[in-house]
C-alpha cells in the first residue's frame, strides 16, 4: 500500500520573522530534497495529497472555542503579531494552522479508510507544545493532539499510541490527554529543556511514559531507552493506530537542543513503531511533522523517516 505525503503551500507563508528558527525555509529544505529524490525515482509508493483545513468542530475537540478564535483574529494584514515569547503569526498563518491541524485529520481519515498504510504529514507550524488554550512554542493548533481525536471520536478507535521523539517534551499533547485513558502518550526528550514538563513521575492514568534524557545523549543510550520503556508500553497498550510526533532536533546537528541522534535512529525507530503497527494497529501509522531546525539534517532525517514508513 502507498504512503501518504501531506503537504500545503500555506505551510510557506506562515513567518515568524527573520531570525526565528521555525521558518519557511524548513519546508522549502524538505521539498528540495523530495524533488531530488523523485528526480533519481527513489520515493516509489509516496502519493502526495493536499490537506483540507480542519473544521471548528475538529479543532474544538482540542482546543477551547474563544482561544480558536483568538488565533485566527489575531492574524496581521501585514507585519507580525506576537501570541507568547517564543510565538509570532504572520499574514498566513491562519491558513498554514488550519492545513497543518487538518492534514492531522485527513491522514487519520484516509489510513483508517485504508486508503493508505501509512502518513506522513510535512507541515508547519508544528503543533505539540499547543494547549487548550495557549499558543507556545512556535505551536499555534496541537495538529497531531487533532489528529488523535479524529481516529478516537469519528472513528471509534478505541486506542491510540503517540510516540513523540521530538527533543522537546509535547506538553500541549500530554495535557490534552493526560486523563484520557484511550490514549497513550509517550516521549523522549532532552531535559531539562523548554518547556520544563515531562518529568518521569507525570504518569497521567497511567497513560504516560517520559523518558527525560540529559544533554549530550547518544545513540546507544536513546536506543536502549525507547527499546526497554518505549516500545514494550506501546506492545502492552496493543494501540488500533500509531501515531508519531516526528520532531527531527534530537539530531546532533540541531542549534537548539543537545541530544546527539543521528539519521539512522529516526529509521531504526520508525521501522519499530511500524513492526509494532503491524503487529496490532493493522499497519496503521500516522506521522506528523515537530521540530527540526538544522535545514540539512531535517530534510534528510525526514528522508530516512519516509523511506522507513514506505518499507524502503
Ligand atoms: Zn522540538
New binding site residues.
Given amino acids: 500500500m502507498n504512503t501518504l505525503l501531506y503537504m500545503h503551500p500555506s505551510s510557506l507563508e506562515h513567518d515568524p520573522g527573520a531570525g526565528h528558527p521555525e521558518a519557511p525555509a524548513r519546508i522549502r529544505a524538505i521539498t528540495a530534497m523530495l524533488e531530488r529524490e523523485e528526480r533519481k525515482g527513489a520515493l516509489v509508493g509516496v502519493e502526495r495529497r493536499e490537506p483540507p483545513r480542519a473544521s471548528r468542530a475538529q479543532l474544538e475537540r482540542i482546543h477551547q472555542s474563544r482561544y480558536i478564535e483568538a488565533v485566527l483574529g489575531a492574524v496581521p494584514q501585514s507585519g507580525h503579531v506576537r501570541l507568547d515569547p517564543d510565538t509570532v503569526v504572520s499574514p498566513g498563518s491562519d491558513e498554514a494552522a488550519l492545513r497543518g491541524a487538518g492534514a492531522a485529520v485527513a491522514a487519520v481519515d484516509a489510513v483508517i479508510a485504508g486508503e493508505a498504510g501509512k502518513a506522513f504529514c510535512a507541515l508547519r507550524p ?1 503543533g ?2 499547543a494547549e487548550a488554550a495557549r499558543a507556545m ?2 505551536c499555534l493548533f496541537n495538529n497531531v493532539a487533532v489528529g488523535a481525536r479524529q481516529a478516537l471520536d469519528v472513528h471509534g478507535i478505541d486506542r491510540v499510541a503517540i510516540f513523540d521523539f ?3 517534551h509535547g506538553n500541549g499533547t500530554q495535557h490534552s490527554f493526560e486523563r484520557e485513558p484511550r490514549v497513550q502518550y509517550l516521549s523522549t ?1 532532552q531535559w531539562p529543556l ?1 518547556p520544563g514538563t515531562g518529568a518521569r513521575d507525570e504518569t497521567g492514568v497511567g497513560n504516560i511514559v517520559n523518558r527525560p534524557l540529559p544533554a549530550g545523549t547518544g545513540s546507544k543510550e536513546w536506543r536502549r531507552v525507547v527499546e526497554a520503556d518505549i516500545l514494550p508500553a506501546i506492545d502492552g497498550f496493543a494501540p488500533g493506530l500509531v501515531m508519531i510526533s516526528a ?1 527531527f ?2 539530531h546532533r546537528a540541531d542549534p ?2 543537545m541530544l546527539e541522534l543521528v539519521e539512522d535512529d529516526f529509521s531504526w525507530v520508525t521501522h519499530e513503531l511500524v513492526r509494532l503497527a503491524d503487529r496490532h494497529a493493522g499497519g496503521r501509522v500516522v506521522s506528523v511533522l ?4 538544522h535545514l540539512g539534517a531535517l530534510a534528510s532525517s525526514c528522508l530516512a523517516h519516509l523511506d522507513a514508513l514506505r518499507g524502503a
Fill in positions: 508544528p505539540h507544545h512554542g512556535f521530538d527533543v522537546h526528550h523548554y520532531g532536533d534530537a537548539l537542543a515537530e521540530g527540526g531546525y
